[in-house]
T-cell receptor
């Protein structure tokens, strides 16, 4: 079975740092993706991790621990435009499908 | 932007009627996917295609069928729409040439079944 958990909502202040967690229990694992989705729009790719450790991309970083079934997305220097949903997705062993968590809705306040 | 369009973008229909949603891509991507997105459930895979005429079921395929007769088009059909199929439907594509590649999503279709 596939189980991917994320907090439903988070609130943070402009300029601050926020960490969005994702835990997974899946029958297979071949990489973890993070997507950003603004209200009423399509998801867009943020990051990809397949090995343990931290991947940094500007203000956004993503961390993976395969042994713990755990990932997080770190957003630094928060801006109002970062208010969006953040989706965690695990790729299956065959590499042809993604299973998504329910998404975390982040609200950035002034 | 992977050149993905979906049509229609919005549709209202009645229970029991057939509905077909179209996904069109201009990038010659091998893989195409249909998801539905509902509050509290995130994105759930309905069907996907790994080539022309090659399709497979996803997590929530009951009540849906798909067809892919050309690389660029992937059709999703609700044979007899039900109110539980009210949702936002997203199409996605993936090149199929590398293991770390992401999926690219279309703009979505909002479907309301009355």
């Amino acid at each position: 079975g596939q189980n991917i958990d994320q907090p439903t909502e988070m609130t943070a202040t402009e300029g601050a740092i926020v960490q969005i967690n994702c835990t997974y229990q899946t029958s297979g694992f071949n990489g973890l993706f993070w997507y950003q989705q603004h209200a009423g729009e399509a998801p867009t790719f943020l990051s990809y991790n397949v090995l343990d450790g931290l991947e940094e991309k500007g203000r956004f970083s993503s961390f993976l621990s395969r042994s713990k079934g755990y990932s997080y997305l770190l957003l630094k220097e928060l801006q109002m435009k970062d208010s969006a949903s953040y989706l965690c997705a695990v790729r299956n062993n065959a590499g042809n499908m993604l299973t998504f968590g329910g998404g975390t809705r982040l609200m950035v306040k002034p | 932007d992977a050149g993905i369009t979906q049509s229609p973008r919005h549709k209202v229909t009645e229970t029991g009627t057939p509905v077909t949603l179209r996904c069109h891509q201009t990038e010659n991507h091998r893989y195409m996917y249909w998801y539905r997105q509902d509050p509290g459930h995130g994105l759930r895979l309905i069907h996907y295609s790994y080539g022309v005429k090659d399709t497979d079921k996803g997590e929530v395929s009951d009540g849906y069928s798909v067809s892919r007769s050309k690389t660029e088009d992937f059709l999703l059909t609700l044979e007899s729409a039900t109110s539980s199929q009210t949702s936002v439907y997203f199409c996605a594509t993936r090149p199929g040439t590398g293991f770390s590649e992401t999926q690219y999503f279309g703009p979505g279709t909002r479907l309301l079944v009355l």
